[in-house]
T-cell receptor, first 106, second 115 residues
Framework: KNEVEQSPQNLTAQEGEFITINCSYSVGISALHWLQQHPGGGIVSLFM???GKKKHGRLIATINIQEKHSSLHITASHPRDSAVYICAVFGNQFYFGTGTSLTVIP | DVKVTQSSRYLVKRTGEKVFLECVQDMDHENMFWYRQDPGLGLRLIYF???????EKGDIPEGYSVSREKKERFSLILESASTNQTSMYLCASSTPLQGTGSPLHFGNGTRLTVT
């Protein structure tokens, strides 16, 4: 049983497209994290949010606590956005989604 | 910036060998974690430590042990490596996980192959 489900698993987009990655979870949480993993392995934290919306450059993350759902949006996508995006939720421990692999084609 | 350094990016070991994976962080974080990452399974917690000499089992501790003799260093030990331990291993650190769960800071990972 997966506490965190992401969709889609794989996504290919043309440069400039608006991208949405979805995350649904089944456990009670106090925060949700979006992570980015580039080829080669290193993972960086993009956002931590517990309500509403956060924006950082071309990235926007939203969360709906009642619906247990979060979305990560990328506006004006660029090839350097190509990476695996991982949703993680924190209740009393971290639970991770399996990731969405994004490829942005020039 | 927090830096989490894993000693090796790639490692190839033989079945039955004892394997040490080292992780060092430079931000005086209390918490340190070892995860493994496999395709389709996401990140799974092996062990974590919230203080020097303290350790807690995660979801998949079998076949692994850990050591935390100094605050900045957390070692993962495969007592007798097996082929099903071929995986990407990721170390992470954080400040205490209160409330909303502090951000995890990850190392670059060690891709271990056991032949």
């Amino acid at each position: 049983k997966n506490e965190v489900e992401q969709s889609p698993q794989n996504l290919t987009a043309q440069e400039g497209e608006f991208i949405t990655i979805n995350c649904s979870y089944s456990v009670g949480i106090s925060a949700l994290h979006w992570l980015q993993q580039h080829p080669g392995g290193g993972i960086v934290s993009l956002f931590m949010l517990s309500s509403g919306k956060k924006k950082h450059g071309r990235l926007i993350a939203t969360i709906n606590i009642q619906e247990k759902h979060s979305s990560l949006h990328i506006t004006a996508s660029h090839p350097r956005d190509s990476a695996v995006y991982i949703c993680a939720v924190f209740g009393n421990q971290f639970y991770f989604g399996t990731g969405t692999s994004l490829t942005v084609i020039p | 910036d927090v830096k989490v350094t894993q000693s090796s990016r790639y490692l190839v070991k033989r079945t039955g060998e004892k394997v040490f994976l080292e992780c060092v962080q430079d931000m005086d974080h209390e918490n340190m974690f070892w995860y493994r990452q496999d395709p389709g399974l996401g990140l799974r917690l092996i062990y974590f430590s919230y203080d020097v000499k303290m350790k807690e089992k995660g979801d998949i501790p079998e076949g692994y042990s850990v050591s935390r003799e100094k605050k900045e260093r957390f070692s993962l030990i495969l007592e007798s490596a097996s082929t099903n331990q071929t995986s990407m291993y990721l170390c992470a650190s954080s400040t205490p996980l209160q409330g909303t769960g502090s951000p995890l800071h990850f190392g670059n990972g060690t891709r271990l192959t056991v032949t």
